[in-house]
């Protein structure tokens, strides 16, 4: 798809890190699948997966952790 930020890359399947904070927790994800721009580097993520990482924060937070690192995995 053509990049909605700099309108002149094409993206690209890649992996990013996706930091997340809920009132006292942070949870890192890390290796999520993603769009990468080729021009400017600009990171889209699809939507079934932002809710999935959500998901998984209102899971974390609810249980008191405080910090979280992990893989993404997908369901």
Known sequence: ?????????????????????????VIVFKSVPCQVCNNCGEKYIEQNITESLLNIAEEVNSSGVQVDIREYKAA
Not at 6 to 20: F, P
């Open 1 to 25: 798809m053509k990049c909605m930020i700099c309108k002149s890359g094409e993206t690209v399947d890649g992996k990013t890190i996706v930091t997340l904070n809920r009132e006292e927790t």
